[in-house]
T-cell receptor, first 118, second 116 residues
Protein backbone atom coordinates (compact mmCIF):
# COMPACT_ATOMS: atom_id res chain seq x y z
CA UNK A 1 0.00 0.00 0.00
CA UNK A 2 1.09 3.52 -0.70
CA UNK A 3 1.69 6.06 2.04
CA UNK A 4 2.09 9.82 1.82
CA UNK A 5 3.84 11.82 4.53
CA UNK A 6 3.73 15.55 5.08
CA UNK A 7 6.07 16.25 7.96
CA UNK A 8 5.24 19.95 8.39
CA UNK A 9 1.84 20.33 10.10
CA UNK A 10 2.04 24.11 10.00
CA UNK A 11 4.09 26.77 8.26
CA UNK A 12 3.96 30.52 8.00
CA UNK A 13 5.72 32.97 5.73
CA UNK A 14 5.66 36.69 5.00
CA UNK A 15 3.71 37.88 2.01
CA UNK A 16 5.78 37.98 -1.20
CA UNK A 17 8.28 35.45 0.09
CA UNK A 18 8.85 31.97 -1.29
CA UNK A 19 7.82 28.90 0.68
CA UNK A 20 8.39 25.20 0.10
CA UNK A 21 6.09 22.48 1.41
CA UNK A 22 7.50 18.97 1.77
CA UNK A 23 5.97 15.65 0.82
CA UNK A 24 7.43 12.17 0.73
CA UNK A 25 5.73 8.98 -0.35
CA UNK A 26 6.33 5.29 -0.34
CA UNK A 27 5.46 3.06 -3.26
CA UNK A 28 6.81 0.12 -5.20
CA UNK A 29 5.17 1.37 -8.40
CA UNK A 30 7.21 2.82 -11.23
CA UNK A 31 4.42 4.76 -12.89
CA UNK A 32 2.12 6.97 -10.86
CA UNK A 33 0.80 10.51 -10.45
CA UNK A 34 1.34 13.04 -7.70
CA UNK A 35 -0.82 16.01 -6.83
CA UNK A 36 -0.99 19.02 -4.62
CA UNK A 37 -4.45 20.14 -3.56
CA UNK A 38 -5.23 23.42 -1.80
CA UNK A 39 -8.02 23.69 0.77
CA UNK A 40 -8.76 27.30 1.72
CA UNK A 41 -10.97 28.22 4.69
CA UNK A 42 -14.03 27.56 2.50
CA UNK A 43 -12.93 23.88 2.67
CA UNK A 44 -13.21 23.36 -1.08
CA UNK A 45 -10.50 21.07 -2.47
CA UNK A 46 -8.75 22.79 -5.36
CA UNK A 47 -6.26 21.05 -7.62
CA UNK A 48 -3.03 23.07 -7.68
CA UNK A 49 -0.60 20.98 -9.67
CA UNK A 50 -0.11 17.50 -11.08
CA UNK A 51 3.07 15.54 -11.83
CA UNK A 52 3.40 12.37 -13.88
CA UNK A 53 6.16 10.13 -12.56
CA UNK A 54 7.44 9.17 -15.98
CA UNK A 55 8.10 12.82 -16.82
CA UNK A 56 11.46 14.10 -15.60
CA UNK A 57 10.49 17.74 -16.06
CA UNK A 58 9.02 19.34 -12.97
CA UNK A 59 5.47 20.64 -13.33
CA UNK A 60 4.77 24.36 -13.00
CA UNK A 61 1.55 26.36 -12.78
CA UNK A 62 2.13 30.10 -12.59
CA UNK A 63 3.61 30.76 -9.11
CA UNK A 64 3.43 27.10 -8.14
CA UNK A 65 6.12 24.61 -9.03
CA UNK A 66 7.24 21.23 -7.79
CA UNK A 67 10.56 19.58 -7.14
CA UNK A 68 10.01 15.94 -8.01
CA UNK A 69 12.80 13.60 -6.95
CA UNK A 70 11.69 10.13 -8.00
CA UNK A 71 14.61 8.19 -6.54
CA UNK A 72 14.19 9.93 -3.21
CA UNK A 73 10.38 9.64 -3.42
CA UNK A 74 10.06 13.31 -2.68
CA UNK A 75 7.55 15.78 -4.10
CA UNK A 76 7.80 19.30 -2.69
CA UNK A 77 5.67 22.30 -3.64
CA UNK A 78 7.23 25.73 -4.05
CA UNK A 79 5.05 28.81 -3.92
CA UNK A 80 6.77 31.92 -5.22
CA UNK A 81 5.75 35.49 -4.43
CA UNK A 82 3.28 34.23 -1.85
CA UNK A 83 -0.05 36.03 -1.56
CA UNK A 84 -2.62 36.29 1.21
CA UNK A 85 -4.95 34.14 -0.86
CA UNK A 86 -2.45 31.29 -0.62
CA UNK A 87 -3.38 30.84 3.03
CA UNK A 88 -4.83 27.34 3.11
CA UNK A 89 -4.31 23.72 4.00
CA UNK A 90 -2.21 21.96 1.36
CA UNK A 91 -2.50 18.25 0.74
CA UNK A 92 -0.10 16.06 -1.14
CA UNK A 93 -1.70 13.06 -2.84
CA UNK A 94 -0.60 9.94 -4.70
CA UNK A 95 -2.44 8.06 -7.43
CA UNK A 96 -1.54 4.73 -8.91
CA UNK A 97 -2.86 4.41 -12.46
CA UNK A 98 -5.55 1.80 -12.65
CA UNK A 99 -6.02 -0.85 -15.27
CA UNK A 100 -9.69 0.10 -15.13
CA UNK A 101 -10.18 3.72 -16.06
CA UNK A 102 -11.91 5.57 -13.28
CA UNK A 103 -10.58 3.36 -10.53
CA UNK A 104 -8.28 6.25 -9.78
CA UNK A 105 -7.93 6.27 -6.04
CA UNK A 106 -6.08 9.02 -4.27
CA UNK A 107 -3.99 8.49 -1.16
CA UNK A 108 -3.60 11.70 0.80
CA UNK A 109 -1.09 13.03 3.28
CA UNK A 110 -2.34 14.68 6.46
CA UNK A 111 -1.79 18.19 5.18
CA UNK A 112 0.26 21.30 5.90
CA UNK A 113 -1.49 24.40 7.15
CA UNK A 114 0.13 27.41 5.47
CA UNK A 115 -0.43 30.94 6.71
CA UNK A 116 0.70 33.95 4.70
CA UNK A 117 1.45 36.87 6.99
CA UNK A 118 0.70 40.40 5.70
CA UNK B 1 -15.25 23.99 -12.24
CA UNK B 2 -16.08 20.32 -12.60
CA UNK B 3 -19.83 20.92 -12.38
CA UNK B 4 -20.30 19.09 -9.09
CA UNK B 5 -23.04 20.02 -6.64
CA UNK B 6 -23.41 18.43 -3.22
CA UNK B 7 -26.51 18.54 -1.04
CA UNK B 8 -27.13 19.17 1.72
CA UNK B 9 -24.09 21.31 2.42
CA UNK B 10 -24.67 21.18 6.17
CA UNK B 11 -26.68 18.72 8.24
CA UNK B 12 -27.07 17.84 11.89
CA UNK B 13 -28.69 14.52 12.62
CA UNK B 14 -29.25 12.23 15.56
CA UNK B 15 -27.50 8.96 16.24
CA UNK B 16 -29.31 6.04 14.69
CA UNK B 17 -31.11 7.96 11.96
CA UNK B 18 -30.53 7.35 8.26
CA UNK B 19 -28.86 10.09 6.24
CA UNK B 20 -28.43 10.48 2.50
CA UNK B 21 -25.99 12.85 0.84
CA UNK B 22 -26.41 13.64 -2.81
CA UNK B 23 -23.77 14.39 -5.43
CA UNK B 24 -24.98 15.82 -8.71
CA UNK B 25 -22.82 16.42 -11.77
CA UNK B 26 -23.75 18.10 -15.00
CA UNK B 27 -21.00 16.95 -17.36
CA UNK B 28 -21.82 13.28 -17.87
CA UNK B 29 -18.71 11.98 -16.13
CA UNK B 30 -18.62 8.24 -15.86
CA UNK B 31 -16.58 7.96 -12.67
CA UNK B 32 -17.62 9.38 -9.29
CA UNK B 33 -16.27 9.07 -5.76
CA UNK B 34 -17.15 9.75 -2.15
CA UNK B 35 -14.39 10.72 0.30
CA UNK B 36 -14.49 11.74 3.94
CA UNK B 37 -12.12 14.18 5.61
CA UNK B 38 -11.15 13.90 9.26
CA UNK B 39 -8.43 15.65 11.26
CA UNK B 40 -5.14 13.78 11.09
CA UNK B 41 -6.27 11.57 8.20
CA UNK B 42 -6.47 13.74 5.12
CA UNK B 43 -9.17 12.43 2.77
CA UNK B 44 -10.11 8.77 2.60
CA UNK B 45 -12.12 6.98 -0.06
CA UNK B 46 -15.49 5.57 1.02
CA UNK B 47 -17.04 4.26 -2.21
CA UNK B 48 -16.75 4.90 -5.90
CA UNK B 49 -18.80 4.33 -9.04
CA UNK B 50 -17.67 3.46 -12.53
CA UNK B 51 -21.08 3.71 -14.18
CA UNK B 52 -24.82 3.50 -13.60
CA UNK B 53 -25.47 0.78 -11.03
CA UNK B 54 -21.74 -0.04 -10.90
CA UNK B 55 -20.14 0.72 -7.55
CA UNK B 56 -17.35 -0.59 -5.36
CA UNK B 57 -15.92 -0.12 -1.87
CA UNK B 58 -13.08 2.12 -0.84
CA UNK B 59 -10.89 1.92 2.25
CA UNK B 60 -13.48 3.14 4.80
CA UNK B 61 -16.78 1.74 3.49
CA UNK B 62 -18.16 0.19 6.70
CA UNK B 63 -21.44 1.83 7.69
CA UNK B 64 -21.99 3.38 4.27
CA UNK B 65 -23.85 2.39 1.14
CA UNK B 66 -24.09 4.08 -2.24
CA UNK B 67 -26.36 4.07 -5.24
CA UNK B 68 -26.16 5.39 -8.76
CA UNK B 69 -29.36 5.03 -10.73
CA UNK B 70 -28.53 7.89 -13.10
CA UNK B 71 -25.23 9.08 -14.53
CA UNK B 72 -25.59 12.49 -12.94
CA UNK B 73 -26.39 11.43 -9.36
CA UNK B 74 -24.30 9.48 -6.84
CA UNK B 75 -25.91 9.01 -3.44
CA UNK B 76 -24.14 8.20 -0.18
CA UNK B 77 -26.29 6.72 2.60
CA UNK B 78 -25.50 6.27 6.23
CA UNK B 79 -27.98 3.58 7.19
CA UNK B 80 -27.80 4.34 10.92
CA UNK B 81 -25.63 7.35 11.65
CA UNK B 82 -23.05 7.17 14.45
CA UNK B 83 -20.97 9.90 16.05
CA UNK B 84 -17.86 8.48 14.37
CA UNK B 85 -19.41 9.44 11.04
CA UNK B 86 -19.31 13.12 11.92
CA UNK B 87 -17.10 14.40 9.14
CA UNK B 88 -16.84 16.46 6.00
CA UNK B 89 -17.87 14.46 2.95
CA UNK B 90 -16.55 15.22 -0.49
CA UNK B 91 -17.87 14.01 -3.78
CA UNK B 92 -15.38 13.82 -6.62
CA UNK B 93 -15.28 13.01 -10.31
CA UNK B 94 -12.70 11.82 -12.75
CA UNK B 95 -12.60 13.12 -16.29
CA UNK B 96 -11.50 9.72 -17.52
CA UNK B 97 -13.71 8.06 -20.08
CA UNK B 98 -14.09 4.43 -20.99
CA UNK B 99 -11.32 4.91 -23.56
CA UNK B 100 -8.97 7.47 -22.04
CA UNK B 101 -7.48 7.75 -18.58
CA UNK B 102 -7.08 11.33 -17.41
CA UNK B 103 -5.79 10.36 -13.98
CA UNK B 104 -7.00 13.54 -12.33
CA UNK B 105 -9.70 13.91 -9.69
CA UNK B 106 -11.81 17.03 -9.07
CA UNK B 107 -13.80 17.63 -5.91
CA UNK B 108 -17.13 19.14 -4.97
CA UNK B 109 -17.50 21.72 -2.23
CA UNK B 110 -18.11 19.28 0.61
CA UNK B 111 -20.98 18.39 2.92
CA UNK B 112 -20.61 18.95 6.67
CA UNK B 113 -22.35 16.23 8.65
CA UNK B 114 -22.67 16.29 12.42
CA UNK B 115 -24.12 13.28 14.22
CA UNK B 116 -25.25 14.08 17.78
Amino acid sequence: AQTVTQSQPEMSVQEAETVTLSCTYDTSENNYYLFWYKQPPSRQMILVIRQEAYKQQNATENRFSVNFQKAAKSFSLKISDSQLGDTAMYFCAFMKPSLNFGNEKLTFGTGTRLTIIP
Amino acid sequence: DAGITQSPRHKVTETGTPVTLRCHQTENHRYMYWYRQDPGHGLRLIHYSYGVKDTDKGEVSDGYSVSRSKTEDFLLTLESATSSQTSVYFCAISESTRWRAENTIYFGEGSWLTVV
